[in-house]
């Protein structure tokens, strides 16, 4: 029987999770089979045990189950302890549970390696303060930003979170409206904003000469938020696809042991991606 692995979400049906590992699978000559399971909202922590109590060897959580999956997890890596979300779960030969977050690699992969964008010495923008948000934070300071401002609707949150990681750099926290008069190299929406097809309010000038904007929704067209920073003079304007399959790339890696090729993958999806989607 092949190795069992598994997406689990509420909604899931829209996810191309099997797809993208389907795909990883046949490139490496892996045997496995991955599908979608929908999570139930009242007992998640069920569903993982009874996944993996039927031979079950990995799965991958999406929204709403990531910070449910980090508490369940009996061990992280300290990606995950620091995203305070876990996107994969394996279970180890001794019947633990450990929790990895690969978002924070899969964004930083597609947006260094894939597109060319140098983080080093940029004054970097993270919109949102929510899961997405927090899982990108360190990654983005390890990658060399000098600054990272985030900015959310709910200024609070976005204020704690910047607590959480001044340790790791120079790191601000504030509301939307305080981004008047500020300029920034790169900014990432980690906000859901897209998905009602939104855009944060923004002042319309926070975007220096030759920045490049992060969307980490993705979509068949442009998203809502590509197009503002088409807009709004973005040197170049990316959607989260590259993202999703380089996230799905690291997990496939832990599991496996061997890293698959993305770009072909991406392609592929490119053509047929669904609208306002994420993870
Ligand atoms: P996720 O796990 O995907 O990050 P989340 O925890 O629900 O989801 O966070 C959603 C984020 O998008 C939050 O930062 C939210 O702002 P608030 O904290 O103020 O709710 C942000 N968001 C959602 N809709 C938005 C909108 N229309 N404009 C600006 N921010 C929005």
């Known amino acids: 029987m092949p190795d069992r692995y598994a997406v689990i979400g509420n909604p899931i049906s829209h996810s191309k999770s099997p797809q993208i590992h ?12 991955y599908s979608r399971l929908l999570g139930d909202l009242t007992d998640f922590a069920g569903d993982v045990r009874r996944f993996f109590a039927d031979a079950g060897r990995g799965l991958n959580v999406t929204v709403p189950f990531k910070v449910q ?22 279970q180890l030969p001794n019947g633990r549970l450990r929790g ?10 597609d947006l260094t390696h894939n597109h060319g964008f140098d983080v080093r010495g940029a004054r970097v923008l993270l919109l949102g ?4 948000a927090q899982g990108v934070i360190q990654p983005l300071l390890a990658a060399g930003a ?20 001044a340790i790791a750099g120079a790191v601000n926290g504030c509301g939307l409206e305080a981004l008047a008069g500020q300029q920034f190299d790169l900014i990432v929406n980690a ?7 939104a855009v944060p309010a923004i002042p ?8 490049w904007i992060y969307d980490m929704l993705y979509s068949d067209q442009c998203t809502a938020f590509q197009r503002w920073g088409l807009a709004h003079g973005a040197a170049r304007a990316l959607d989260g696809l590259g993202m999703l399959v380089e996230q799905a790339a690291e997990s496939f890696w832990l599991w496996r042991g061997v890293r ?20």
């Open 22 to 33: 389907a795909e990883f699978a046949l490139q490496t000559r892996q045997s496995l089979e």
């Open 204 to 211: 319309n000038d926070c975007l220096n000469a030759g920045g």
């Open 146 to 165: 000098t600054q990272l401002v985030i900015a959310n609707r709910t200024a609070s949150k976005a204020v704690e979170l910047a607590e959480k990681f």
């Open 260 to 279: 698959p090729e993305t770009a072909p993958i991406i392609t592929q999806l490119r053509g047929v991606a669904a609208a306002g989607s994420r993870g």
């Open 100 to 109: 990895d977050n690969t978002d924070g690699a899969g964004l930083m992969r």
């Open 129 to 132: 303060a929510g899961g997405a």
């Open 191 to 197: 906000t859901s904003a897209g998905l009602t097809n």
């Open 69 to 90: 999956a980090w508490a369940l997890a009996n061990e992280r890596s300290p990606q995950a302890e620091l995203a305070g979300a876990v996107n994969t779960l394996t």
